[in-house]
């Protein structure tokens, strides 16, 4: 099947899909994006990804290329084009095209880009028998990392640092010593007492919207929640870890830095969590 992508109020081959070259999202990462999946046929979350969206626009300063409504039955137009299962849509809107200049541009339409990726299977199942590696590297981000941009300069150094460490995913440590979040995920602990652990919303990490619906699953199911910062040296003594994002889900990690956590397996918590969120991701909202 053909891949297709779609460029302010256009549909698009994948390979036909292009920006100005004066786009500030190119020359600025003056833009914002989200990641929606698809889980069989279902849309994971979308409500709340279109909520943080709107935030990161509205933190931002900038406009709505269309409705929000519009933008949504966009998507979904997108996902059929592309017979989307099971898969992802990504979604940029930037400030738009103008003469490149740091200051705001006046009277600039916002660029509304999104392209559509399928994927056989959301984890490997070495990765759900054995868990995931991650390494620890320091956050060198900016200020607001609650604004999902597309400022991610830092977050590739840090994956690229995992990846040559023969890790899944790298955990960035705040000058304080405590884990903020991954390069592209939030991260969990859960105490030897069985006590789920992630760090509070605030501007040191991304809110995701997997984590908000984890946070919900696990007080549903009576699983005690602390949301509070964990050091490196905390996660190794705890029972279990995982990583969280629209992607992975709840994907356990078994090493920090080449040290085992907990038994060295995948943890009881972590993967109820996980099948939790599959059957109300599953049922959340139809494609």
Do not use: C
């Amino acid at each position: 099947m053909a891949r297709w992508a779609y460029v302010n109020g256009r549909y698009l081959p994948h390979a036909q899909a292009t920006v100005h070259v004066e786009d500030r999202g190119f020359q600025f990462a003056d833009g914002v994006y989200e990641v929606v999946t698809i889980l069989d046929g279902h849309f994971a979350d979308l409500n709340g990804h279109m909520e943080r969206l709107g935030r990161s626009l509205a933190e931002l300063r900038m406009d709505w290329p269309a409705a929000p409504r519009v933008v949504e039955r966009i998507l979904r137009e997108l996902a059929r084009r592309n017979g989307l299962v099971n898969g992802s849509i990504y979604l940029q809107i930037t400030r738009g095209v103008a003469p490149r200049d740091f200051k705001f541009p006046a009277n600039t339409k916002p660029t509304l880009v999104m392209t559509a990726k399928r994927v056989a299977a959301f984890a490997k199942p070495e990765q759900l028998e054995q868990g995931v590696a991650v390494v620890t590297v320091p956050d060198i981000r900016w200020g607001r990392r609650d604004i999902k941009t597309v400022g991610l300069l830092a977050p590739v150094l840090a994956k690229q640092q995992a990846a040559e460490s023969g890790a899944y995913e790298a955990w960035l440590v705040d000058t304080d010593g405590t884990v903020t979040e991954g390069s592209s995920s939030n991260a969990w602990i859960v105490t030897r007492g069985g006590v789920l652990v992630t760090r509070p919303p605030s501007h040191t990490i991304l809110n995701g919207i997997t984590r908000l619906s984890l946070l919900r699953l696990a007080t549903e199911r009576g699983i005690p929640v602390e949301e509070r910062p964990f050091t490196v040296e905390e996660a190794l003594s705890a029972g279990e870890a995982f990583v969280s994002s629209a992607g992975t889900f709840a994907l356990p990690v078994t090493r920090i830095d080449g040290r085992p956590v907990g038994d060295g397996k995948p943890g009881a918590v972590t993967m109820a969590l996980r099948q939790a969120y599959l059957v109300y991701a599953k049922g959340s909202t139809a494609g």
